[in-house]
């Protein structure tokens, strides 16, 4: 592994590593030590693995990397499925089973096809879930996708988060298994966060990582890229500004992939922006599509290559003295 020095680095993740606050905290380190790395966020919330292959082509196509780094793992495991309430049958089994395998085959597959556009994929491992929350019938949590809105608050319970947690480490077995097997880096963060965090490191839902949470993952991060400890910084307002273009990407790429797809398949153009203005007028603001969502995606739809390469040109201009 490199110094990461004038690399790019694309992040496709789901929502917990995606968040701002996580590559803020990178960037604005970058920023004041002059370390030259470009990272570009790709995260899809509500994705899983075996949706990669649907959106990575677009997502490198506009300043194709260095190095993608992935990470998911949540979202693949489909969490009702273990649900501590839940009556283990041979169907429960077989499900919890094809869907590892489905995380298995998209990883391999994703490997592949990045080497073969000459890029580096690096795996980051699933980070764990909550242990510890607080068990209340008001919790509250986006449902990012159509596999979220079968949970219901009787799901947020800490036997159900601790059987996640179980998996979540056959998950992470598997992945380091695979990248022993392709030759590729990676950063077991399960076992550092299960280690490190607390619950006071979760939202209310103890799925999604808050601002603490967030910057212990960026620590972890750093570590693995530097072999150094990060130091805080403040936000300077140019990588508050990429925050907020990025924000209409994934908003764009969240109702392309999550909402239009996974019921119509590929769209582009006029009719991406028919299905999903169609969705919203059958179905209103649900299914994570939310209107602060739905704004973002339509600003940004109207030249999403474009904007692509703006948001890229604003991240080089952050070394600019």
């Known amino acids: 592994m490199d110094t990461f020095e004038n690399k790019k680095i694309l992040v496709i993740a789901d929502s917990n590593l995606t968040n701002s606050f996580f590559l803020e905290y990178l960037r604005s380190s970058f920023v004041a030590e002059n370390k030259r790395v470009h990272m570009f966020n790709g995260g899809i919330p509500g994705a899983r693995m075996d949706m990669v292959m649907n959106c990575v082509e677009e997502e490198i196509s506009a300043e194709k990397p260095d190095y993608v780094l992935l990470s998911f793992g949540g979202n693949d495991l489909g969490g009702w499925l273990y649900d501590s309430t839940l009556e283990i049958t041979e169907a429960v089994l077989k499900e919890r089973a094809e869907r590892n395998q489905s995380y298995e085959n998209a990883l391999k597959e994703v490997i592949d096809y990045l080497r073969f556009q000459k890029i580096e994929p690096i795996l980051m491992t699933p980070m764990c879930y909550d242990e510890n929350l607080v068990e209340s019938e008001e919790i509250t949590t986006d449902k990012d996708n159509k596999e979220k809105a079968l949970i219901g608050n009787a799901f947020f319970k800490r036997a159900t988060f601790k059987n996640i947690n179980q998996d979540l480490k056959d998950l992470r077995d598997i992945g380091v298994q695979i990248a022993w097997e392709k030759g590729i880096a990676v ?40 072999g150094e400890e990060l130091k805080a910084y403040p936000i300077p307002e140019s990588v508050k500004e990429i925050s907020v273009l990025e924000a209409d990407a994934r908003a764009y790429f969240f109702a392309k992939y999550n909402i239009v797809f996974l019921s119509e398949g590929r769209k582009d153009g006029d009719a991406l922006v028919q299905a999903v203005q169609s969705f919203i007028e059958r179905k209103g603001y649900e299914e994570g599509l939310t209107k602060e969502r739905a704004d973002g995606f339509f600003r940004f739809v109207k030249a999403p290559f474009e904007k692509q390469k703006e948001i890229a040109r604003k991240i080089k201009r952050l070394y600019e003295v």
């Not at 490190?196 to 839902?205: A, L, W």
């Not at 603490?212 to 890229?225: S, T």
Request: glycine share 4%; hydrophobic share 40%; net charge negative.
């Open 187 to 226: 950063w077991n963060i399960f076992t550092e966060t299960h280690e490190r965090v607390d619950h006071s490191c979760f939202i209310e839902d103890g799925v999604h990582y808050n601002e603490k949470g967030h910057w212990i993952m960026a620590e972890l991060f750093y570590k693995h890229m530097f």
